[in-house]
């Protein structure tokens, strides 16, 4: 709540500037998403892809390489649907690792909401970076970052203007992250605890539980739902338990939804949904909890006022949510309204409502998406849902402006499900009026003839008592009120520019009042029992914000000095509080009113409870209708036509308060409240006699519908209530209404029958006299006057304006079983058996008699009986012959037995009791319960306000006229008339023929108006005037315009006399602006019955047409009006034929003048006499000006003169002028004349020999090369982007001192110092036809140019009259001139191929000329640079319009138009801001800056002088001194400080431009246009920049065309020597146990397909590799741009290349081979060549700090620009990824160097160690003798590796075995040894 309160919460601040004053109707969309680059992304040798999901559309982006890729994409999406709906949506973002096929490739995501955006300085994000995150784990951290921009366009916005920062490259993320400001994202856990529910409807079908009750058993009909919660909030989707068959849920759950805060999504939805086993789950209601409404940042608060303390994170409950929707009666048929139940569109039933807690917690721990609540907290619950007993009570005053008589209407009044007459599921209440039938008013109108007795609807409900919140909104709501009307009247004195001291006394008024309101303190929060922590905080920031608004208020009153400066402070107040008095946790259910006709739900209207809730706080805190009469309208459900047809008009007095306190509402009683029992005595006609016995199904006593049996005994007081008088007959008198009651002229009709056999004679039928229908009727003869009537003709006659033959007769035949002919014919056949006509008589109402209006209706019955002809038929007071069944309703009043009062309304408990002991035809006892709950039902109280007394006024209506309203006739005006309608009177205007700014002058009169009730009361809410306005037409019903409410002025006696004041009211159709109406009201209290104490009746125009009287009619004064009608352009064909010769109509203020006839438009579009002039009497204040009305007709053969065209000119402020001023001429002086044929010609200028070469001779010494160092240097392009800002890609322009042009950002004619290039004529367009109901506008069929002067006149005859304003105008014959159209690029065309990219090229059209420039399209772009320019020569006015279209090519099929803008060409070239050529900075004879223009700059500058007037300009000191205009100029003014290059020309040339560029003429420059398609006519299709030169031929010869071919790249080689790696991570193991890796290096240029590695240094043990390998890479690169420009086929299928324009860079990554696996990856190095890195001298120096985090800037002195130096060489580090940190994963030595195609074809260099291998030579590396594959080298392998690492263990084991061998020889060689011993002994 504090977040809608207040500017702390800064997305509710932000959308209060913004607004969202969108209409609630489908509408067209852009989304635009534009994927710039990425920063960090996880991972190791990743291809990353973005993909955009928004609204069920996905996009991805192509894939990049690398942990920063460049991606530069636009994506654009298109959508049609309603806003409310598109600001929910959610933009996801995510980007995977196209590399990984595993189902973890999300990288990371960001969530944002469209409204988000939306809500945004120029519905846009500008080049933000978003956080990405991993989506299921909450504790992991940054997974990476992307900068983005995004724009939300709707109809007729511009996407904002991109801008890359010169320093963009080096920005701290940190500080750009998109965030609210000065608050770090952190993971949080939104806890919402979801409790219970309570009376969710029905459901299911009642099928089952109907056979159920068949057999016996207990039926639960209340209980078919299977209630389940679903919530959703920034694309996460959980839901709760399904709790099947049960109303009254309780799930006690709690949903875990961790996200990043503060959130970029608004709103958490909570929908209940009915779960259905085999089908689609039902939706019961939504309800939703926007984040900024129930919290607070705090900071923006905090940091501007220093409190503290103001910001807290979301907490809401805990509390009940209200569920709306669709009416609450179940249905087995597809809900109508079930859009409603998702939040779509106001709810129009209460749906239930579902008790919520959310709690936010800092802790991320709980992995659980849903869990159990525990008991604790449910116990905690129970104090919050303590229940107090409301009293409701509605007294309806009137129903008026009902469309349609008919059919009894009764309403009904619930508050949540209490009063609700279709559920059964609540006790029935006394909650719905009495059925009446509407009454005609006599004019157009329908009501209800209540007269004093006043229907009361009464009910008790049961709700927690939030009063202390609802006492706060109150308080806060008539703040709010008191304050606009304040500010309305502020508005409303400055329009009427009254004086500056009554100006004031307004202001001071306003200021006072709201430093006494802020002054006051909101309801204290100590010891009430349901406080929440947000109600506390909620106070908090309301207290100080009231606060603030009075210290802003009393600084404002002292230090104030301009009374208007200080409205846009005073709005943002009103703004604030009624932010402020928007209440989230408001439990109480609002109350509804439905109108139902024939058991049929109609018509709603949804009264908030807040606003009738009576407070026992000061009188403040009460609601602000609560016990007043308020005007209701409701409306249809869903209503397709937005209110376009109102239903009906209520008055209503509400009074809503608790039980307890219910006393306190005597005190807002007005008349005698009563209470009475009602019953019907039934009988019918049985043999002539009336009786009981023919009663068919029906009871002798009976309720109003005749199917319940009532007996008078068996009704029993409601408890403290007793009988205060016996059983009466009382009849329903609003129910016996005539159908002429009402009327002054009505026509009585009976059908005569006759009947035949087929082919027999005509006789009488035997019901000779009938109806229309069919039924017995009167014969003619038997029908008398009625009393107050009179016949108009003496006798019946037939009706012969029918389908009917000549004698009045209809023909028909039966078809049994039928007894009446079904449809009837004109002509007689032989099978015709039946025949019928109509006898009418009219009849007028007698003004001599004096009706009885009150008493009892004339003619009825003494005994208080209605007939009717059949039972269930309807009812009129008289009998007649036809009747067989008639009723009277007998009523029995009851008084309170201990209270007094009209509070013991409240003490009915809802209903009376029935005793039905002694019903004899009583069934079960199971059937007694339901009988006895029916009668309850059926028998609720009648409650009624008797008003004793009736006040009588006067009222009139003071209309005067209407603008702006919609054209419904085909000749594009309408009729209009207005109804004005005043509670049941009616009136109605005169119609005032073919206009669309009616002035009806008309005073209407409303005599003898009776209400009731106390003036003193009514003059606090006075009933409304509605003014409701048609179209009249002849043939067919008359068409609503819009309706219009205006508040009356109350007179009442011994008051002051005020004088209502006319004023403009806007007249609305559904929810669109339909125009305005000028009108005032009076409503004057009668004390005289004569009406001798009303003012004079004002005078009459014609009879019964008053006028409007003098003193409220506007003042007027003698108005001279000038009109300048130019010409028309472009006028489209009527009725299938060209207009060719039109003339002019013009009307205002009752005047009309005509133009000469154009005779041929053709050859001459412009009038031969331009100048009108005509005298108006005009009024005074401009708030009452009538508009100019432009019509325009075609002289036709056989003297036909039909409309073509029109236009109305609203405001004429801007055409006022003093005449006595003297104004330069603002026409070009050039004679127009006709010229010789026109040519085309496209110049396409080879960029080879730029016009820098050009040998053209101004006297100034160029040489050639000079000339060529420019061309190498500088050209046009470099001049567009000196002066778009983009310096890096101008080269040394600006260094040369040559001079910029103007960019703008917008049409020349958007820019706001040339107004328009309208200042000779300006266009009006013309429209035909009647307004779509589906579109704005009419369709547009021409133009008008023109222009006007108004000034008043004297009044004094004889005083000359003013000078005329319109003199020495040009000639208006056509000119011929040569056309230069340069377009220079396009921007975010919307793609139109299926890759997201289109392929543009231009077509340009004017008059019937066509340039289709299709063989120069630019493939796969939607950014092109065109630099195409185009020359034809075209005649004006006839070809005026300049259409440049933007196309994609195709190669099969049509071309598609991207979009298009045409340019008004005539415009430029009448306007005196010179726009047909800019007038550039400088004079340059020579260079990219050649003049172009016909004229010099001292030619222009003479020209200038004679249209002003002034001298012609004298040059001095050799042209260093100009005297111009009165004015002296010197060179040196103008070119001090500034460098003088050789190009300039004469120095009297250069002063004079420099003189003119004072004037205010149009610049030099390029303008940027925006692309419309008539796909999407009010959304941008992209822009392009571009400007055009008009030369006309009569002037000679123009100058050079400006160069502006699109830059070619250079083509450069990268040579890249790889020397050594060092301190490389050894990633396997050798067979022998030691740490080794193979190395070997890749690298390549990111966008570049060529990718280049080294050999592979085999078993490096130490990390060391040596290469001594070259890597080339040759590209192609823009120097003044600094991109590299890529040109690949994105398919093998593409039909063209795709140019990229991608940062140079180069990527060398370090990988481990292994040759039965995937290579191992170990690191990477990226370097910048324009800001890399300047390397360390020695491998030891080189450390991984040497690659700054990107989060960190860039240290200027620790990068250098490679392009600049040429050469690099030395050690960078290469580093990995590691658990989410960056590790050294080795070091490599290289050197860089950049040459140029030229450099590298004198110093060639060959890939690796290839020929030519020189520049430098590369020798083998000196690898050690280990460094070998084992694989393929064995011997190798034992000598370096077993060898070496196992030498010693070998050579011991070789004496090993020599000494095992030797022992083995000596044992075996012993025992032999012995025994020859032993036998030969020595």
């Known amino acids: 709540m504090a977040g809608q309160t207040s500017a702390a919460a800064k997305r509710i601040t932000r959308k209060s500037k913004t607004g969202r004053s969108l209409p609630n109707k489908p509408q067209d969309f852009q989304i635009r998403f534009r994927v710039i680059e990425g920063r960090q ?162 459901m299911d079908d009642a099928f089952a539980q109907s056979v159920k009750e068949m057999f016996g058993g207990d039926s639960d009909k209340k209980n078919l739902v299977d209630p389940f919660v679903e919530v959703s909030f920034a694309g996460k989707m959980i839901r709760t338990k399904v709790i099947e068959k049960n109303a009254n849920p309780e799930w006690n759950q709690a949903v875990n939804l961790q996200i990043k805060f503060p959130s970029m999504c608004e709103r958490i939805r909570l929908t209940v949904y009915d779960w259905d086993r085999l089908t689609k789950n039902d939706c019961v209601g939504t309800a939703y909890l926007n984040l900024s409404k129930i919290a607070s940042s705090g900071g923006e608060v905090e940091a501007a006022t220093g409190e503290s303390g103001l910001g807290f994170l979301p907490a809401f409950g805990p509390c009940y949510l209200t569920l709306y929707g669709s009416p609450r009666e179940f249905t087995g048929f597809p809900d109508p309204y079930d859009d409603l139940n998702y939040g779509k569109g106001e709810g129009v039933a209460y749906r239930g409502r579902i008790l919520v807690e959310l709690v936010t917690k800092l802790d991320v721990s709980n992995e659980k998406k849903i869990e159990d609540i525990p008991n604790d907290d449910i116990l905690v619950t129970e104090k919050y849902q303590r229940r107090r007993k409301f009293s409701l009570s509605v007294v309806f005053h009137s129903a008026t402006m009902l469309t349609e008589g008919g059919e009894a209407i009764q309403f009904e009044v619930s508050i949540g499900n209490y009063g609700n007459k279709f559920d059964t599921t609540c006790k029935p209440l006394a909650s719905t009026t009495q059925y009446s039938r509407p009454m005609f008013d006599g004019n157009h109108y329908y009501y209800l003839p209540w007269s004093n007795v006043k229907p009361v609807v009464t009910l008790t409900s049961y709700w927690e008592n939030v ?10 709501q008539n703040m709010a009120d008191r304050l606009e009307a304040n500010v309305t009247a502020l508005k409303t004195a400055m329009l009427a520019n009254v004086s500056d001291s009554r100006l004031a006394e307004v202001w001071l008024k306003l200021i006072d009042q709201v430093l006494e309101d802020t002054s006051c303190q909101l309801p204290e929060l100590e010891g009430k029992p349901n406080i929440t922590a947000l109600d506390i905080q909620i106070r908090k920031l309301r207290m100080f914000y009231l606060e603030n608004i009075k210290e802003s208020a009393r600084k404002l009153r002292e230090e104030a000095t301009d009374v208007k400066a200080t409205l846009p402070d005073i709005e943002d107040w009103l703004l604030k509080v009624y932010q402020m008095a928007e209440e989230p946790q408001n439990s109480m259910p609002d109350v509804i009113i439905w109108m139902i006709q024939g058991e ?84 019918a006609l049985m043999f002539g006699k009336w009786g009981t016995t023919g009663l068919v199904g029906k009871h002798k006593f009976s309720d109003v519908t005749g199917k319940i049996k009532l007996k008078k005994e068996s009704f029993l007081p409601p408890k403290g209530w007793e009988w205060e008088s016996d059983w009466i007959v009382d009849p329903e008198r609003s129910m016996l209404i005539e159908a002429d009651a009402g009327h002054t002229e009505f026509a009585d009709e009976v059908y005569e029958n006759e009947s035949r056999f087929p082919g027999g004679e005509w006789k009488a039928a035997d019901e000779q006299y009938t109806d229309v229908n069919g039924e017995k009727s009167a014969p003619p003869g038997e029908i008398d006057c009625p009393p107050g009537w009179q016949w108009e003709s003496d006798a019946w006659s037939y009706d012969i304006n029918r389908a009917v033959d000549e004698k009045g007769w209809e023909y028909g035949f039966v078809i049994p079983p039928d007894t009446k002919p079904k449809s009837w014919s004109a002509a007689e056949k032989m099978y015709h058996t039946h025949r019928r006509r109509r006898l009418m008589r009219q009849r007028k109402k007698d003004p001599k008699a004096a009706a009885d209006v009150k008493g009892r209706p004339p003619g009825q019955d003494p005994e208080g009986w209605e007939y009717a002809a059949l039972i269930g038929w309807k009812f009129h007071i008289k009998q007649r012959s036809s009747d067989t069944f008639r009723r009277r309703r007998w009523r029995r009043k009851m008084a309170p037995s201990d209270r007094i009062g009209s509070a013991a309304i409240f003490k009915l408990e809802g209903a009376l009791g029935a005793d039905m002991s002694a019903d004899d035809d009583s069934k079960s006892s199971g059937k007694d319960k339901e009988t006895a709950t029916t009668v309850f039902g059926a028998n609720t109280p009648i409650v009624s306000c008797t008003f004793g007394k009736s006040f009588v006024y006067h009222l009139r209506c003071y209309i005067y006229q209407a603008r702006h309203l919609k054209a419904l006739d085909k000749d594009s005006f309408s009729d209009p008339y207005a109804y004005v309608s005043f509670l049941h009177q009616s009136k109605k205007t005169e119609i005032v023929h073919a206009t669309l700014n009616p002035t009806w002058d008309q005073t209407l009169l409303f005599n003898d108006l009776e209400i009731y009730g106390d003036p003193q009361i009514i003059a606090k809410n006075l009933p409304d005037v509605v003014i409701e306005l048609f179209d009249y037409d002849q043939v067919g019903k008359d068409e609503f315009l819009g309706r219009s409410i205006c508040p009356p002025v109350l007179k009442l006696s011994g008051t002051t006399d005020i004088t209502p004041k006319l004023l403009w009211y806007p007249v609305q159709n559904g929810s669109k602006q339909a125009g305005d109406v000028l009108v005032a009201a009076e409503l004057i209290l009668k004390t005289k019955a004569d009406g001798s104490d009303l003012p004079i009746v004002p ?20 108005t001279a009006v000038e009109i300048l009608t130019w010409g028309l352009r472009n006028m489209k064909p009527y009725q299938l034929a060209a207009v060719t010769s039109p003339s002019l109509i013009i009307q205002c203020g009752g005047e009309v003048v005509e133009t000469a006839v154009i005779k041929n438009v053709k050859k001459n579009p412009n009038f031969p006499s331009s100048v009108l002039f005509m005298k108006v009497l005009m009024p005074k204040e401009e708030m009452y000006t009538p ?34 001023v003297e104004k330069m001429d603002v026409a070009p002086q050039a004679r127009m004349c006709l010229m010789s044929a026109p040519r085309d010609v496209i110049i396409d200028i080879d960029d080879k020999k730029p016009l820098l070469a050009s040998k053209r001779d101004f006297g100034v010494k160029s040489t050639a090369h000079l000339a060529e160092k420019e061309e190498e240097t500088v050209d046009w392009w470099s001049k567009f982007f000196a002066s778009t800002g983009d310096h890096d890609k101008c080269g040394q322009y600006v260094q040369k001192g040559y001079d910029g042009l103007k960019v703008y950002d917008c049409e020349l004619e958007d820019v706001p110092e040339f107004y328009g290039l309208t200042d000779f004529c300006k266009t009006f367009k013309l429209e035909r036809g009647r307004t779509e109901d589906d579109e704005d506008d009419p369709s547009i069929v021409g133009e008008f140019k023109g222009s006007f002067k108004i000034y008043p006149l004297p009044d004094d005859p004889g005083m000359p009259p003013p000078p005329r304003q319109f003199r020495e105008l040009p000639d208006s014959g056509p000119q011929e001139c040569i056309v230069r159209i340069y377009i220079v690029r396009g921007i975010d065309l919307q793609p139109k191929d299926s890759n997201g990219l289109c392929d543009p090229y231009v077509k340009i059209v004017l008059g019937k000329k066509v340039i289709e420039d299709r063989d ?40 598609e138009k991207v979009g298009d803008t045409v340019i008004d060409l005539e415009n430029r070239f009448l306007s005196r801001f010179g726009a047909t050529c800019g007038v550039p900075q400088s004079y340059c004879t020579t260079g990219i800056n050649t003049w172009r223009d016909q004229l010099r700059p001292t030619q222009l500058l003479q020209n200038l002088a004679r249209l002003k007037g002034f001298p012609q300009p004298a040059f001095l000191d050799d042209g260093n001194r100009i005297s111009y205009g009165g004015k002296d100029y010197t060179l040196n003014e103008f070119e001090a400080n500034k460098i003088l290059h050789p190009h300039l020309g004469p120095p ?61 790249a250079k083509k450069y080689v990268l040579r890249v020597i790889i020397w050594n790696t060092s301190d490389v991570i050894l990633q396997e193991k050798s067979i022998t146990g030691e740490e080794m890796s193979d190395i070997y290096v890749k690298g390549w240029m990111p966008g570049f397909d060529d990718k280049q590695k080294t050999d592979v240094h085999y078993r490096s043990l130490g990390g060391e590799g040596n290469f001594n390998w070259r890597y080339v890479f040759p590209f192609e690169y823009l120097p003044a741009e600094q991109l590299c420009v890529v040109a690949k086929k994105e398919h093998f299928w593409s039909l063209d290349k795709t140019e990229f324009r991608v940062p140079p860079k180069l990527l060398i990554q370090i990988w481990d081979n292994d040759k039965f696996s995937l290579d191992d990856y170990l690191g990477y190095l990226e370097l910048n060549l324009h800001n890399i890195i300047v390397p360390t001298k020695t491998s030891s120096k080189c450390n991984i700090d040497m690659i700054p985090d990107d989060k960190q800037p860039v240290k200027p002195k ?34 860089l160097e950049i040459v140029t195609e030229k450099e590298a074809e004198e110093r060639p260099s060959g890939k690796a160690r290839d020929e030519p291998n020189m520049n430098p030579k590369l020798d083998p590396p000196n690898r050690p003798e280990t460094s070998f594959l084992w694989f393929t080298n064995p011997c190798k392998t034992m000598k370096y590796i077993v060898w070496r690492k196992f030498k010693w263990i070998f050579l011991g084991i070789i004496l090993l075995l020599i000494v095992l061998l030797f022992v083995g020889v000596f044992l075996y060689s012993l025992p032999n040894y012995v025994s020859m011993k032993i036998i030969k002994p020595v």
């Open 41 to 202: 992304l996880p991972g190791n040798n990743i291809k990353p892809v973005v993909k955009v999901s928004i609204c069920n559309q996905t996009h991805r982006t192509r894939i990049k390489r690398g942990n920063n890729p460049f991606f530069d994409e636009l994506l654009f999406y298109n959508v049609n649907m309603l806003p409310a709906d598109l600001f929910d949506e959610i933009i996801t973002v995510r980007v995977y690792d196209s590399n990984s096929l595993r189902s973890d490739s999300l990288m990371g995501e960001f969530k944002i909401d469209i409204g988000y955006v939306y809500d945004e300085p120029g519905h846009s994000v500008v080049r933000k970076w978003l956080l990405l995150q991993d989506p299921d784990d909450a504790s992991s951290g940054a997974k990476g970052y992307l900068k983005v921009s995004m724009f939300v366009l709707g109809a007729g916005d511009e996407p904002m203007l991109e801008k890359k920062d010169v320093n963009e490259d080096q920005e701290d993320i940190e500080s750009n992250l998109l965030m609210p400001a000065g608050i770090a994202l952190r993971w949080i856990t939104f806890v919402l605890k979801i409790y219970r529910a309570e009376d969710i409807p029905q």
């Open 467 to 476: 009063s202390h919140r609802l006492d706060a909104v109150n308080i806060l």
């Open 600 to 683: 049929r739900r109609v018509a709603y209207a949804r009264v908030s409870a807040a606003s009738v809730l009576f407070s026992t706080s000061p009188v403040e805190a009460c609601g602000k209708y609560c016990g007043k009469t308020q005007t209701v309208f409701l409306k249809h459900p869903q209503d397709k036509t937005n209110g376009a047809k109102l239903p009906v008009q209520l008055r209503v007095n509400i009074w809503l308060g608790l039980s307890a306190v219910e006393q306190k509402f005597n005190s807002y009683a007005e008349g005698t409240f009563s209470v009475s029992a009602e019953m019907y005595e039934n009988q």
């Open 1099 to 1118: 005078p009459q125009r014609a009879p019964k047409l008053y006028m409007v009287p003098q003193g409220i009619r506007p003042v007027v004064q003698l």
């Open 1187 to 1220: 508009p100019v009305i432009v019509k325009v007709i075609d002289h036709r053969p056989f003297g036909r003169k039909p409309v073509v065209g029109q236009c109305t000119i609203e405001s004429l402020e801007e055409f006022r002028c003093d005449p006595f």
């Open 1416 to 1455: 120069h399209y630019i493939p796969n772009t939607l950014n092109p640079e065109f630099g195409r320019m185009y020359e034809l020569s075209c005649f004006l006015p006839q070809e005026k319009d300049l259409k440049i279209s933007v196309f994609d090519f195709d190669m099969l099929t049509r071309d």
């Open 1548 to 1608: 009297d040339e250069r002063l004079a431009l420099h003189v003119l560029r004072t004037q205010g003429l149009v610049p030099e420059h390029v303008e940027t246009r925006t692309l419309y398609s008539s796909f999407q006519p009010n959304l941008s299709q992209g822009r392009i920049q571009m400007w055009v030169d008009v030369f006309p031929k009569s002037l000679g010869p123009p100058g050079t065309p400006f160069d502006i071919t699109p830059r070619k």
């Open 1758 to 1791: 620790s990068v250098t620009n490679l392009f600049e130096q040429k050469s690099i060489k030395g050690w960078w580090p290469c580093i990995a990824e590691k658990d989410g940190t960056r590790i050294l994963a080795g070091k490599v030595e290289m050197t």
